[in-house]
């Protein structure tokens, strides 16, 4: 069996062999070389010609590259020796293009512009001679060619003296302009006409132009008509203001009705070009009928024109609005808003598209999208006041229309209206929620270029310098902004989502603290650890610490801080602790040296240790940035310990990478107080001041709230006081079922009262709600206290009592921290959740505080006195815990 394996794997093998064979008669032989002998021949050229004689040798015999190459180098031989390269190489470049092709042929074009743009042509016949050659090849018979040939005359003219036109351009023009001439000479003939006419005085533009100026505009070809018409704005502004009235107007009238839907088009934006040069009777009497009268004509039979009139309305109405009548005014604005559901219908209340033919509903969703992109302009032209009647439906149409592009030219515009509306902006709230949570994410990426722009604007009423004092609310806006972060997530281009987490780095300015620590920070913390996108992670740790830059409680920051540190420096993948060193580098530019050195650098130092060779690769980068933020003195503890990873990085470490940049690093620490500049550390040590102002600043703005806040809490519970000892007082004339409802009242006016703390505590804490427990019977242990009048051991206490207690809790730590002249992390109540049950780990004191409490609400249950005593309980024991801290 062996045996005839082999035999068969034999035969296979002689089989291949066989039939390489077979195809060996389609071996070609393999050149050595990429020239032969005798084409290396041919391009080598004497070394001891100089370059005029080397150029007129390769132009005379040499091959196509080497005559290319030197009309490519014209410009310097001009530069070097002006007189021999005009009396010898020009008249050979000359002969060459004859016969040249069109690469040859394009370089000779750039490289005499070259020569008339940069006054290296000093005598006046050798401009004649390059000219010459230019007005000769614009009869090319290449259109492209003759065209190349044309731009490069045209930018010459701008270099050119008015003589050098007058004799070398405007002679041969007279002949080119005539019936008899091709039509792209014709052609030719207008745009140099309308470029001339910018180069000479008013005069002798009417005397010398004008004429050529209206043959052309009455030529037989329709191109020759639209392309002179589109020079008579030139030709305007060349003559004056005088003669535009009489001589330009006229001619762009009869254009106007022309036959050829081409040229009345370009009489169209010719006109709106222009309407700064005509007064205010010619716009009433002559432009507003015309251009009404295109319109209508456009609007009814001439689809192909009306892409070029929407894209020109909004220009149009602004031009003419300040001679419009108001019924001419509304007549545009109606003309406007059919233009924008031009090709929609309505059915139940929702815009959809007619059944039109493929080419027609391309043509009117381009028009559509023109009235988007116009629709800045229109809100110009419309008294802002009038908005919401006049326009608001008509913008509110165009974000919903069916088409993307239509949607995406609103998005893009968005900011414009936003900027025009600011006091009104209120009234597109809901169209912003829409293009937020559109289907597109094409929609969303153009939305994005100025998204922090349209939220300040949107929630902001004017008032105050502070993000709380003059936040909006608007309805469904943070759903929105979570809908689309999730949407860019799940989709495949991860650009449009790292722009998205970079524009929510303005949320701090436009919604509140607990919305983004209960919707969005979560959300960053999963995108820095689960998504596969690397500049989308670093963008969403920026975001993060923005988010931690601009929070104003004190509990939210100690929490979202202790979340990075667990997370991230302490996670379980090396892909996080690197996560948690970008974090550490886009920290040390947001906060002071000491909130870095106070909550971050430690933990960064203690990577050293890390496991992985990349980690401790990129820490070593990092060094003498870390070591920046340590401020002598004051910090020389943080500074023996940097010293110390340093050490430790020296003597153990295994990996040659690290070793040679830790190695780099040891002589950049060194040099750090050496060569530094002093204006530079001057500057960073005032901006460190700035931002330690603004942190302490922010410190203060939070206590101050927070003494409003319990200022407002004592004034309710006064009223609520005065309002239940009224209803007691009442209740007291009444006979036993009267005490009985009293008794009821008070029991509510007791919930109420709790209530009201729950809600102050849920402000304060901000940490999320627990809903209330439907079961009454469900209980919490406490533990008794040695130091309460009246101890029960093991009582069973509701839940609103614990979420009474945790208001409690939460306001005596408010108050610690307004005594206190800089609160630290320490002295702030942490919240710890855990899996089965939620716990508060309290102080001591607090506890014991606790304890009493809920004794004396047990033993002394709802009696009105009993309730007075124990408030003054209450805040007997907290004096007692402040005393206590302090």
């Not at 990478?657 to 005032?686: F, G, N, S």
């Not at 009048?789 to 093991?794: E, G, H, I």
Request: some cysteine.
């Amino acid at each position: 069996m062996f045996v005839t394996k082999m035999t068969f794997n034999q035969s296979s093998l002689f089989g291949q062999v066989e039939d390489l064979q077979d195809l060996s008669f389609i071996e070609r032989p393999i050149r050595r070389s990429l020239k032969t002998a005798e084409e290396i021949e041919k391009l080598t050229v004497d070394e001891d010609l100089n370059d005029i004689e080397r150029a007129v040798y390769l132009l005379s015999s040499g091959q196509d590259v080497q005559r290319a190459s030197v009309i490519i180098n014209l410009p310097n031989l001009v530069r070097q020796n002006p007189a021999e390269t005009f009396r010898r190489v020009v008249p050979k470049v000359r002969e060459v293009l004859h016969v040249a092709g069109a690469d040859m042929q394009l370089a000779a074009a750039g490289s005499f512009l070259t020569v008339l743009q940069d006054d290296i042509v000093l005598i006046q016949t050798h401009t004649h001679s390059i000219l010459q050659i230019v007005l000769l090849n614009l009869d090319h018979r290449d259109t492209v060619l003759s065209n190349a040939w044309l731009e490069t005359l045209l930018s010459a003219i701008d270099a050119l003296p008015k003589e050098t036109i007058r004799q070398e351009i405007l002679s041969p023009l007279v002949s080119k302009a005539q019936l008899s001439q091709s039509v792209q000479a014709r052609l030719a003939s207008c745009r140099i006409l309308g470029k001339v006419a910018c180069k000479f005085e008013s005069p002798v533009v009417k005397k010398d132009l004008l004429p050529l100026v209206r043959s052309l505009c009455q030529d037989v070809e329709y191109e020759v008509r639209s392309c002179m018409c589109r020079q008579l704005e030139n030709i305007a502004r060349g003559i004056g203001l005088d003669y535009t009235k009489a001589a330009v107007l006229p001619e762009l009238v009869e254009l106007s009705r022309d036959e050829g839907s081409t040229v009345r088009l370009a009489a169209f934006d010719t006109i709106i070009n222009l309407l700064e040069m005509f007064d205010s009777d010619d716009r009433t009497r002559v432009i507003f009928p015309l251009v009404k009268t295109f319109c209508e004509k456009c609007f009814k039979a001439d689809e192909a024109v009306l892409a070029t009139l929407s894209f020109q309305y909004g220009k149009l109405c602004h031009g003419l609005s300040a001679s419009f009548t108001d019924e001419q005014h509304l007549w545009f604005l109606e003309f406007y808003k059919k233009l924008c559901v031009l090709g929609l219908q309505h059915e139940n209340d929702h815009l959809d598209i007619q059944a039109y033919p493929l080419e027609l509903e391309t043509k009117y969703a381009l028009v559509r999208r023109n009235c988007a992109y116009n629709f800045p302009a229109m809100l110009l032209f419309v008294d802002l006041n009038h908005f919401l009647t006049e326009l608001y439906p008509t913008f509110s149409s165009l974000c919903h229309d069916p088409e993307i592009t239509v949607r995406r030219t609103v998005a893009e515009g968005f900011h414009e209206v936003v900027k025009l509306l600011c006091p009104n902006v209120h009234f597109i709230h809901k169209e912003l929620v829409v293009l937020l949570q559109d289907d597109s994410l094409e929609v969303l990426d153009a939305l994005l270029s100025h998204l922090q722009e349209i939220l300040e604007l949107a929630t902001s009423r004017g008032e105050g310098p502070g993000p709380e004092s003059k936040q909006v609310n608007i309805p469904d806006l943070v759903p929105a902004l979570v809908a689309a972060e999730q949407k860019a997530a799940t989709s495949l281009r991860w650009r449009v989502h790292e722009r998205l987490l970079q524009r929510y780095a303005c949320l701090p300015r436009v919604i509140s603290a607990d919305q983004i620590y209960f919707l969005f920070l979560q959300r960053m913390f999963t995108i820095i650890t689960t998504n596969n996108v690397l500049p989308v992670q670093r963008e969403a740790t920026r975001t993060l610490c923005m988010f931690l830059r601009y929070n104003r409680k004190q509990e939210q920051r100690q929490e979202i801080i202790c979340k990075v540190l667990q997370e991230l420096a302490s996670g379980r993948s090396y892909w996080n602790r690197l996560r948690y060193l970008d974090l550490c580098e886009i920290a040390m530019e947001l906060f002071s040296k000491d909130y870095f050195c106070k909550h971050f650098l430690i933990q960064a130092l203690e990577l050293v240790n890390d496991p992985v060779a990349n980690v401790r690769y990129k820490l070593c980068h990092m060094l003498p940035r870390l070591r920046s933020t340590i401020r002598m003195p004051a910090d020389k503890h943080l500074l023996q310990q940097l010293e110390f990873c340093v050490r430790k990085l020296l003597c153990r470490e295994k990996d040659k990478d690290v070793v040679a940049t830790v190695r780099k690093t040891v002589l950049e620490l060194d040099k750090m107080d050496i060569t530094e500049p002093y204006h530079k550390r001057h500057e960073r040590d005032l901006l460190d001041q700035k931002k330690e102002k603004e942190e302490a600043l922010l410190l203060e703005m939070e206590q101050l709230e927070r003494q409003q806040s319990e200022a407002k809490l004592t004034s309710e519970k006064h009223s609520e006081k005065k309002r239940r000892d009224s209803k007691t007082g009442l209740s007291g004339t009444k006979g036993q079922s009267g005490s009985t409802s009293g008794v009821t009242s008070s029991t509510s006016s007791g919930k109420e009262m709790r209530k009201a703390k729950l809600s102050r505590s849920r402000s304060l804490s901000s940490q999320p709600t627990t809903p209330k427990m439907a079961n009454a019977d469900k209980t919490l242990k406490v533990k008794d206290s040695g130091n309460c009048p009246a101890t029960v051991k093991n009582s069973m206490v509701p839940m609103n009592a614990e979420e009474e207690l945790r208001s409690l809790h939460f306001s005596m730590a408010g108050a610690s921290s307004a005594l206190s002249p800089t609160p630290s992390s320490s002295s702030m109540p942490v919240l710890i959740r855990s899996n089965t049950t939620n716990t508060l780990v309290d102080h001591p004191h607090q506890h014991q505080h606790r304890s009493s409490t809920l004794d004396h609400r047990t033993t002394n249950g709802g009696k009105d006195t009993q309730s007075r005593k124990l408030s003054i309980q209450r805040k007997s024991n907290s004096f007692g815990m402040q005393s206590g801290r302090e």
